[in-house]
């Protein structure tokens, strides 16, 4: 099949003016001008007119557990508090309406572009129940802070659960939710399995609170519960998570967030010779009032960042085209080929998938998306403006 538009925009050199791609089953295997894309192969012609057709998306950090949530948790005072509310609405849910839930979430998504999605569930047992429609990589989302005894029992029941998922990896949920146990665990296993893990870090003033000053208020409400807190009053989040014996398996983790961080975790990133991939979720981080996102000097010093929506426990919808815009007012000068790129190249790249994914390229996998485009116009600044729900994609090759 061909498939022709005014402008292809394929994060692989500039846009090409009225372009071609030609697939065959689920793989890209030419792309070009129109006219030599034609010569070149046979099949059926596909004419989008005045749109550009872009790589699908790629969300680098979701919930789609939460989709249900929309709307329920207004902001509150403190990190803490939210943690109480959405306690109390997960407390209200069912498997039946955690599955609802993640099949709606897939459908939003989709919706709005996304073709690859990095999903956490509390849930893995679940994901046989379900059929992802768009590429996912199935995160167990791991809490042991109620009963740390628990953590390679926790471990092991996930990785049984996954094993059916074409693309899995680990999730141990955050430093004040998860055991040291856990994420050793955690770190052995994603070198004995090679896949990959995530984490939420340096979320919250109130996480750097905890950590570095053995205070405030998430560090009180975690102490309530019966946290062990001898980890805290010992240093940044940051430093703790860099500071295992043995050191970390630092290229498999894809690390979300990193709000809060102090002059001397700077100083330790740039020490760091090996790099973990950077996930920010700008209306999610609006939602929370975060303070800013380190952007200029997380890329200065080389990291690959990426873009992801979050839940919608904290965010008003799963688009990622309104999470490039909430990104572009909170920093202008970056242009909108590099904002593009956090929603397709860097994700791509964290998942390990920089030679299949992120990019309109022979050889790479045929997810596709259309959005109007002017003559004229500049195609990357019309990309991130974009407003609206997707009316032409490909996933795998399949319209």
Same mark, same amino acid.
């Given at each position: 099949?061909?498939?022709?538009?005014?402008?292809?925009?394929?994060?692989?050199?500039?846009?090409?003016?009225?372009?071609?791609?030609?697939?065959?089953?689920?793989?890209?295997?030419?792309?070009?001008?129109?006219?030599?894309?034609?010569?070149?192969?046979?099949?059926?012609?596909?004419?989008?007119?005045?749109?550009?057709?872009?790589?699908?998306?790629?969300?680098?950090?979701?919930?789609?557990?939460?989709?249900?949530?929309?709307?329920?948790?207004?902001?509150?005072?403190?990190?803490?508090?939210?943690?109480?509310?959405?306690?109390?609405?997960?407390?209200?849910?069912?498997?039946?309406?955690?599955?609802?839930?993640?099949?709606?979430?897939?459908?939003?998504?989709?919706?709005?572009?996304?073709?690859?999605?990095?999903?956490?569930?509390?849930?893995?047992?679940?994901?046989?129940?379900?059929?992802?429609?768009?590429?996912?990589?199935?995160?167990?989302?791991?809490?042991?802070?109620?009963?740390?005894?628990?953590?390679?029992?926790?471990?092991?029941?996930?990785?049984?659960?996954?094993?059916?998922?074409?693309?899995?990896?680990?999730?141990?949920?955050?430093?004040?939710?998860?055991?040291?146990?856990?994420?050793?665990?955690?770190?052995?296993?994603?070198?004995?399995? #090679? /896949?990959? +893990?995530? $984490?939420?870090?340096?979320? @919250?003033?109130?996480?750097?609170?905890? *950590?570095? =000053?053995?205070?405030?208020?998430?560090?009180?409400?975690?102490?309530?519960?019966?946290?062990?807190?001898?980890?805290?009053?010992?240093?940044?989040?940051?430093?703790?998570?860099?500071?295992?014996?043995?050191?970390?398996?630092?290229?498999?983790?894809?690390?979300?967030?990193?709000?809060?961080?102090?002059?001397?975790?700077?100083?330790?990133?740039?020490?760091?010779?090996?790099?973990?991939?950077?996930?920010?979720?700008?209306?999610?981080?609006?939602?929370?009032?975060?303070?800013?996102?380190?952007?200029?000097?997380?890329?200065?010093?080389?990291? #690959? /960042?990426? +873009?992801? $929506?979050?839940?919608?426990? @904290?965010?008003?919808?799963?688009?990622? *085209?309104? =999470?490039?815009?909430?990104?572009?007012?909170?920093?202008?000068?970056?242009?909108?080929?590099?904002?593009?790129?956090?929603?397709?190249?860097?994700?791509a790249r964290a998942l390990r998938q920089e030679n299949a994914l992120g990019r309109i390229h022979p050889g790479f996998r045929a997810d596709l998306i259309a959005v109007p485009s002017s003559q004229g116009g500049d195609p990357f600044g019309e990309v991130v403006a974009f407003d609206g729900e997707i009316d032409w994609i490909t996933v795998g090759g399949k319209l």
């Amino acid at each position: 099949m061909i498939i022709r538009a005014r402008t292809v925009v394929t994060m692989d050199g500039p846009p090409i003016e009225n372009g071609a791609v030609a697939f065959s089953g689920d793989r890209i295997v030419d792309v070009g001008k129109f006219d030599e894309i034609k010569a070149r192969n046979a099949g059926e012609v596909v004419d989008l007119g005045e749109q550009a057709l872009l790589p699908g998306l790629v969300n680098a950090h979701c919930h789609l557990d939460y989709t249900c949530l929309r709307a329920k948790i207004p902001p509150q005072k403190s990190f803490a508090d939210w943690i109480r509310a959405i306690n109390t609405e997960k407390a209200k849910l069912s498997a039946k309406d955690y599955v609802a839930s993640i099949n709606e979430g897939f459908v939003e998504v989709k919706r709005f572009g996304t073709t690859t999605i990095a999903n956490l569930t509390g849930f893995p047992e679940f994901v046989q129940q379900i059929r992802a429609p768009i590429g996912t990589w199935w995160f167990a989302e791991l809490i042991d802070v109620r009963a740390p005894e628990r953590a390679s029992e926790l471990v092991d029941f996930a990785i049984a659960s996954l094993k059916s998922a074409q693309n899995w990896g680990l999730a141990p949920h955050a430093l004040f939710t998860a055991s040291k146990d856990l994420f050793r665990r955690c770190d052995k296993i994603a070198r004995r399995e #090679n /896949v990959l +893990l995530t $984490t939420h870090l340096a979320e @919250s003033r109130e996480e750097m609170e905890m *950590f570095r =000053d053995a205070s405030g208020p998430l560090y009180e409400f975690m102490n309530s519960i019966g946290r062990p807190m001898d980890d805290c009053g010992r240093g940044t989040p940051l430093e703790l998570f860099l500071g295992v014996p043995g050191g970390r398996a630092l290229p498999e983790w894809i690390v979300v967030h990193l709000n809060e961080l102090a002059d001397c975790d700077f100083e330790l990133l740039e020490r760091s010779k090996t790099k973990f991939h950077v996930v920010h979720s700008p209306r999610s981080h609006d939602y929370f009032g975060h303070s800013r996102f380190s952007f200029e000097r997380l890329r200065g010093l080389g990291f #690959n /960042v990426c +873009l992801g $929506t979050d839940s919608l426990a @904290s965010n008003q919808s799963l688009s990622l *085209f309104a =999470d490039m815009r909430a990104f572009q007012k909170e920093f202008p000068s970056v242009s909108p080929e590099e904002i593009f790129q956090m929603a397709t190249v860097n994700p791509a790249r964290a998942l390990r998938q920089e030679n299949a994914l992120g990019r309109i390229h022979p050889g790479f996998r045929a997810d596709l998306i259309a959005v109007p485009s002017s003559q004229g116009g500049d195609p990357f600044g019309e990309v991130v403006a974009f407003d609206g729900e997707i009316d032409w994609i490909t996933v795998g090759g399949k319209l």
